[in-house]
């Protein structure tokens, strides 16, 4: 599989190093290549009085349990990355362990955090969610001035979930013609096919939030992928490659007999 799948596992682990891994291990089994998750601390990355702090205290995990999870991760196989919300956090991903950092779409604005996360060097993904195009030029612009690895924009959508009839797919071929960089998409809708539409216009990694149980007590247990709905969207990932192909062009072996009986020439 050429695309890179990540489950978004996020705070569906509830603050449980447990539940982390058995999310981590049906994650692995369903097909994916990466999990990703949320780093921060929650009383500098909500303010006082925000409706959601006290939600995100609840299933808060310590930086010392998370990199378990990563730790975990690792050896099975699995690409690691998170999203860091503040610098405190920003600081604890100063780690061999990650493979990877995303932006998430309502930080894009905030200078400060997208130039930390620059400094760590890494592989930076962004998701675009809220956007305009002025200021995804302005991270990329600032991503670019560090040594990040590799820049990722991902076309998002921030609802949770996504109606099928927001997803506006044609953003993909909008980000790649403006940037020039490769394109992801961060799928909050239900189900799989916006994934296989958007890996069909050229989208390299997809983005889902993953869990194992939808009815989990937190935000985002509700509208996540399960282990069987992972499954079926990693193995329509692989059929619309299938699909895909190749862009050579010439004879190609299934052509090779009617080429030979029936082509043509002339001048």
Request: glycine letters at 8%.
């Amino acid at each position: 599989m050429k695309t890179l799948v990540i489950a978004e596992i996020g705070i569906n682990h509830n603050g449980s190093v447990d539940l982390g891994r058995k999310i981590i291990d049906s994650a692995f089994v369903s097909g994916v290549n990466a999990v990703k998750f949320q780093t921060y601390i929650p009383e500098l990355r909500f303010k006082p009085g925000s409706e959601f702090l006290d939600v995100f205290k609840k299933f808060y995990m310590p930086i010392d349990d998370e990199i378990k999870l990563w730790e975990h991760a690792k050896k099975i196989g699995l690409q690691v990355i998170t999203t860091p919300f503040d610098l405190v956090s920003i600081n604890n991903c100063k780690n061999q362990l990650l493979d990877g950092l995303k932006i998430a779409s309502f930080e894009t604005t905030n200078k400060e955090l997208v130039r930390g996360v620059a400094g760590l060097g890494l592989t930076t993904y962004f998701s675009t969610g809220q956007n305009n195009i002025d200021e995804v030029d302005s991270v990329i612009s600032i991503l670019k001035d560090s040594s990040v690895k590799e820049i990722i924009p991902m076309h998002c959508i921030s609802s949770y979930p996504m109606l099928d009839r927001d997803a506006n797919l044609n953003v993909i071929n909008r980000l790649k013609d403006f940037t020039g960089l490769k394109v992801g998409f961060s799928d909050h809708s239900i189900g799989h096919k916006a994934s296989g539409y958007a890996v069909a216009m050229g989208a390299v990694c997809i983005e889902k939030h993953f869990t194992v149980d939808n009815s989990l007590e937190g935000p985002d247990h509700s509208f996540s992928m399960n282990p069987k709905s992972m499954k079926k969207l990693v193995d329509h990932i692989q059929e619309v490659e299938m699909f895909l192909g190749s862009d050579w062009m010439g004879v190609r072996d299934s052509e090779k007999f009617i080429n030979e009986v029936a082509r043509r020439v002339s001048n």
